[in-house]
C-alpha cells in the first residue's frame, strides 16, 4: 500500500515536471509566431505574450493530460454497471482551486498594467471628462528610460478615409501615401478620419488605434528597427476594407530629413489607389456581379504617392 | 412553496387542458407544450445553421486565395454580415433555449413552462426573424454589409437610396429577436422560481436548470440595451436622427457601448446552458456525482454578475482612455475565476469515475477541451497590450470559433445525442454519432487553429483579400472549414434515420438520475401524472438514495 502511494506521487511528479518544460519551450516558441520586432513597444508585447503562452501551456496541458489520463485509465470495464465512488466535494481543494485563479488574474493584471504603462501610447484621453486616476497621463513620462525619449519628437498627421491613408508632415507642409518614420526617435501621431471609423495598425509594431470620426486621437510610439513594414486599417471600414494598406518606410533620422528634402520639391500628384481602380473596373462590367457600393473617395493628391 | 397565482400561469398542481399527443403535424401548429416549442425551435434554427454553414464555406472559399477573386468585395462583406448574425441570433440564441424549453419544466417537476401562450409567441418570431433576414437578400442592394456588429458610420451610408434596404431589414430582424428573447427570459425566470416540484430548493435544482436561470438574468438586464441601441441606429438610418452619426454631431462610440454591454454578456447566455449540459453529461457518463455542486451553482451566478461589467474589453482600442482600459482589464479576466472553478469541478468529477466514451461523453470531452483552449485565449484578450496588437486579427475570430463552435456547438451535439432517446423515443446509431464526433473535432481544430498564428502574424479579419505570406494557414484553415461542412452530413443522416425507424428507447437508457428520465420516452402531454415530490439532492450516482418520494426510478 505505501509503496503504491509512493508511486503515485511519483507519477503525478514526473507528470508536474514534463508539463512544466513543455509549457517553458512553448513559451519560448511564441516569439517565433510573431512578427519582426520594429518598435520599443513590440519588445514589451512580446515578452508578455510569450509569459501569457507559457501559463497558458501550463494550464491546457494540465488539464488535457488530466483528463487523457482519466479517459485511458479510468474507463469502465464491459458489463461493468456499477458506479464510481461517490466523491461529491472537497472544501479545502475547492479553496485552493478558487485561490489559483484569483492569484493568477492579479499576477497578470499587474504584469499587463506595468507593460501598459511602460508603452504610453496616448490615446483619445480627451473623450472623457474625467482625470486620469489612475495616473495615466505620466505614462509617457516614466517610460524615460527608453533612450531615444531625450529626442525631439516626430509629429506627422494621418488622415484615414475610405479607402486610402494620408500622411502630412508639418514641419515641410508636404503629404505622402507612404509613412516614412526616423528610427529611434518618438513619433506622435494625430489620427483623424473623414469618414467612417477606421483603425491604425501596424502588425511589426504590435500597436493599433482605432480613428474616429470628430475626434483628434493622439498615437506614439519609437520605431526602432528600419526596414519596410506594412500599415492596414483595423476597423472594418465598408466595402474596400481589405485593400487600405500602406507601406511604412523605417530609416535613419538622417534618410528620413533626405527624403522629406526630396518629396519637398516635388509637385502634388494623385496617388494610385486600388479601391478607386477596382470601383472603375466594376462599375464598367457590363454583368454586375455583386451589390451597389458606396464610391470610393477621391485619389488623394500627394507630394510623394509611394 | 407558497405559490401566487398571475393571470394566465400554470400552478403546479392545476391540471392543465392540453390538447391531445399530437402527430408530426403538430410541430407545424402553434402548440402551446413546451416539448413541441423545443424541438421547434430545435429544428428550426438547425435549418438556420445549415445556411450560416453555407456562407462560412464560401468565405472559406474565397480565402482560398489571397485575391479576391471568387466573390465580388460587396458579396463576401455580406456573406460575413449575415453568417455571424444567423450564427448567433438564429442558431445559437434559439438552439439553446429550444433546449431551456425542453428540459426545465421536465427537470423542476413542473407540467409546462410559466406562460405556455407567449412561450409559443417568443418561438413563432423565430422564423419571422429568420424570413425578414432571409428576405434581405432580394431587396435592392442586396443584405446589410456592415458586419454583425453594424458599428456607424459604416451602416448608416445607404449606397441604394432606397427607405427598405438590407441594413433595416437587419436591425428590424435583430429588434423582434430581441423583443422575442426578452419574452423568453421572462418565461424561464417565473417557471424556474415559481414552478418547481414541491421539496425542490434552489439547491436541489440541476445545473442545467441553474444555468439557464443565470443565463435568462442577463438577457433581461442586457436585451434593453442592444434592442435601445438597434432602434436607435434604425432612426438614424430612416429618419435622420443624430444619434449616432458623426457627420451630424452624434457619437459612433455610443453605439459601440449599446452593443457590446448586451453583446458581450450575450456570450455568457450561450455559454452558461452549456456549462450546464456538461454539468449533466459527464456525472452519467463516469457514475460520479458532481463534484463541489454548490460551488458550481453559484459560479453560474457569478458569472451573470461579473458579465455586466466586462463589455469595454472589446473596445480597448476604439474611444477608450487608458484608465478605463485598465478597470475593464481586471473584471474581464476575473470571469476566468468562477469559470475555473466550473473547469476544475468537471475534471474532479471524471477522475476516478467508471467512464463510458458514448458519443455525447465524447462531444461533451472534446467541447471541454476545446473551452479550455478559448478560455486562455480569452485571458490573453484582456490584456490590454496584447490586445492593442490582436483585436480585430484572426486571433480574435479563432478564440470565439473556439467558444461558438469548439464549445457551443459540440456542446449542443453532445445534447442532442444525450436527450435524443428522451425526445425521440428512439435510439440513434452509436457508430454513426462516432463518426460525426471525429469528423467535427478534427474540421474543428483544423478549420480555428490556424487562425491562431495567423492573427499573431497581424491578419485582419473581416478581409476578403490579403498578404501572399498568410495564405498557407488559410488553406489549412479552409480545408477544415469544408471538413466541418461534411461532418453534418452523417449527423443529419442518423438523426432522420433514428428517429424514424431506430430501436425503441428505454425510458432512462443512461441510467441517469434527474426527473426528466422518470417520465416515459417520450414524455406525455403533462410530463408527470403526479408532481414529484423532492427528497435529495441531484446526482446521486453511486448513492442508494431515492431522487423523489412518490416517483419511482
Redesign the interface.
Known sequence: MKIQKILNILTLLTGAIAVTITSLWIGQQAYSWLPPQAAAESVLIDDLISFLVTLGAFIFLGVTSTLMYSVIFHRAVKDDFTDGPPIEGNIALEVVWTAIPILLVLWIANYSYQVYEQMGIQGPSEIVHLHNPLGMESAYAEAKDAPSLAEPVEKIDVLAKQWAWVFHYPERDVTSTELHLPSDRRIRLALKSQDVLHGFYIPAFRLKQDIIPNHAIDFEFTPIRPGKYSLTDSQYSGTYFATMQANVIVESPEDYQQWLAKIATQKPSPAKNQAAAEYAQTSNQSVQTGWVTVPPAAPPLVNSPG | MTNVPIEGMLLPNEKPNHESPGNWKEYFSFSTDHKVIGIQYLVTSFFFFLVGGIFAMVMRGELMTPD?DL?????Y??MFTMHGTIMLFLWTFPSLVGFANYLVPLMIGARDMAFPRLNAVAFWMVPVVGIIMMGSFFV???PA???W?S?P??SL?N??GNLINGQVLWLLAVAISGVSSIMGAVNFVTTIVKMRAPGMGFFKMPLFVWAVFSAQIIQLFGLPALTAGAVMLLLDLTVGTAFFD??K?GN??MFEHYFWFYSHPAVYVIILPIFGIFSEIFPVY??????????VAVSSILIAVVSGIVWVHHMY??????????IF??TT??V??PT??K??AW??T????????NTPMLFA?GA??MF??AG??G??LS????D??V???YFVVGHFHYVLYGTVTMGLYAAIYHWFPKMTGRMYSESWGKIHFWLAFIGTNLNFLPMH?LG???M????????PEYQFWNIIASLGGFLLGMSTLPFIFNMVISWMQGEKAPNNPW?AIGLEWLVSSPPPVENFEEIPIIISEP?????SEPLTANLSE
Open positions: 479576391s466573390v465580388d468585395r460587396t458579396v462583406n455580406g435592392p442592394g442586396g454589409q456592415a458586419g456588429w458599428y458610420p459604416v451610408q449606397p441604394t458623426p457627420a454631431g459612433p462610440v463516469s457514475r460520479k456525482p458532481l463534484f463541489g455542486y454548490k460551488v482600442v476604439s474611444g477608450t482612455p487608458g484608465w478605463l482600459r485598465l482589464m481586471l479576466m476575473f476566468s475565476v475555473g472553478i473547469v476544475f475534471v474532479a471524471i477522475w476516478g469515475g467508471k467512464l463510458r466514451l470531452l471541454l477541451i479550455v483552449f486562455i485565449t485571458i490573453m490584456s490590454v497590450p496584447v492593442v496588437h483585436n480585430n486579427t498564428p499573431l502574424q497581424g485582419l479579419r473581416r478581409v476578403a483579400s490579403y498578404a441510467r446526482y446521486g450516482y453511486g448513492k
